[in-house]
């Protein structure tokens, strides 16, 4: 079993809808999860951070962190085909360097 | 104009040649890493380094070498021994926690 598991899509969406990207894990251990963006060809960027159990909210994006589940979730909202990306989720115990990403969710938001 | 920038953009190798991706950084970040990205695979740590003159070996080293002079530097060699090396390779540092990382535009290396 991986340590985390991402659904590589690819995932198609209408412009205007809500996207619900997800991952699980397997270690208990992590603290801090991460969503990054990678556009094709490009380098990944940080999307949103989150430490521990909880919500965080940025303009259309909001992660969602459960600890008892092992569950993160990336929403946008209102998408649009710049959002067109693969999403990576990834996360870590903190202080130890070593950080695990998802393979990445390929999304398509048509015009 | 901070950041990380990795060079060349493009790189093509031929059979049994070494070569050498450069990562510089001027975000003060104490750690660096090298992933390599295949298509449906994520990101495979190759080599990261805490502080200047001191790196470690991520899960698949083999093929590769680095080093770390300067606080800023963390080039990777990929050897003649790494069988497949055809991939994208990315940079990344972070501070001393460890625990966000932040990444360079990426080197695509094309084996002819």
């Known amino acids: 079993q991986k340590e985390v598991e991402q659904d590589p899509g690819p995932l198609s969406v209408p412009e205007g809808a809500i996207v619900s990207l997800n991952c699980t894990y397997s270690?208990?251990?992590?603290?801090?999860f991460m969503w990054y963006r990678q556009y094709s060809r490009k380098g990944p960027e940080l999307l949103m951070y989150?430490?521990?159990?909880g919500n965080k909210e940025d303009g259309r994006f909001t992660a969602q962190v459960d600890k008892s589940s092992k569950y993160i979730s990336l929403f946008i909202r209102d998408s649009q085909p710049s959002d067109s990306a693969t999403y990576l989720c990834a996360m870590s115990g903190g202080g130890g360097f070593k950080t695990i990403f998802g393979a990445g969710t390929r999304l398509f938001v048509k015009a | 104009d901070g950041g990380i920038t990795q060079s060349p953009k493009y790189l093509f190798r031929k059979e049994g040649q070494n070569v050498t991706l450069s990562c510089e950084q001027n975000l003060n970040h104490d750690a660096m890493y090298w992933y390599r990205q295949d298509p449906g695979q994520g990101l495979r740590l190759i080599y990261y380094?805490?502080?200047?003159?001191?790196?470690q070996k991520g899960d698949i080293a083999e093929g590769y070498s680095v080093s770390r002079e300067k606080k800023e530097s963390f080039p990777l060699t990929v050897t003649s021994a790494q069988k497949n090396p055809t991939a994208f390779y990315l940079c990344?540092?972070?501070?001393?926690?460890?625990?966000?990382?932040?990444f360079g535009p990426g080197t695509r290396l094309t084996v002819l």
């Open positions: 990344a540092t972070s501070g001393l926690a460890g625990d966000t990382q932040y």
């Open positions: 270690n208990s251990a992590f603290q801090y």
């Open positions: 380094s805490q502080i200047v003159n001191d790196f």
């Open positions: 989150t430490y521990s159990s």
